[in-house]
């Protein structure tokens, strides 16, 4: 896939779900965000900070740019108010920065080395940029999920419901 339409409608839909998703989140207490809930990264707190995490840490690989981060799993940030800031700038970030995209540079090939396996990797750039967003539909997923069991609906997340410019 190395349509820049797609990711400029990616970077949308990811901007309109964390919209909603930091809504429910504000409803919570700072206790529940925080709480363990048997999540792969515990809290729904620890998860959002996580997501941030990847899409600095992929938008900085690929954009030349690195993103010099604390040790993966801790968080960037311990109050959810600077997180929602942190994540509304994000946001905006990723789409001005899909609306650069080409196809040309989709289909470059990107060598980069994993943080996480320290294996060195060339892969599609269009494959990597679509991991990031595939990445953050699911650990959100994981989100909306101890959202939903504690009794608090983000409402429709489907694409088809992506409100249009």
């Known amino acids: 896939m190395n ?8 970077a949308r839909y990811n901007q309109w779900m964390n919209q909603k998703i930091y809504a429910c989140c504000a409803e ?3 206790s529940d ?11 729904i707190h620890a998860t959002l900070n996580h997501l941030l995490y990847g899409d600095r840490a992929w938008v ?18 311990t109050d959810f108010a600077e997180l929602c800031q942190a994540r509304t700038e994000m946001d905006a970030t990723l789409i001005d920065w899909v609306a650069t995209f080409n196809p040309q540079w ?8 994993s943080n996480i396996d ?3 990797r060339l892969l599609p750039t269009w494959l990597l940029v679509t991991h ?9 997923g994981q989100v909306t999920t101890l959202l939903s ?11 088809p419901w992506l409100p249009m410019e």
């Open 3 to 10: 349509h820049p339409d797609y990711y400029r409608t990616m």
């Open 28 to 30: 919570l207490s700072d």
């Open 118 to 120: 320290k294996t060195t």
């Open 33 to 43: 965000r925080k709480a363990d809930r048997g999540a792969f990264f515990k809290s």
């Open 60 to 77: 900085g690989r690929l954009s030349g740019q690195p993103y010099y981060r604390p040790q993966l799993g801790q968080d960037l940030y």
């Open 149 to 159: 069991q504690m009794g608090l609906d983000p409402g429709i997340t489907d694409l």
């Open 106 to 113: 989709l289909a470059q090939p990107f060598e980069y080395t």
């Open 132 to 140: 990031l967003f595939n990445h953050q539909t699911h650990h959100r």
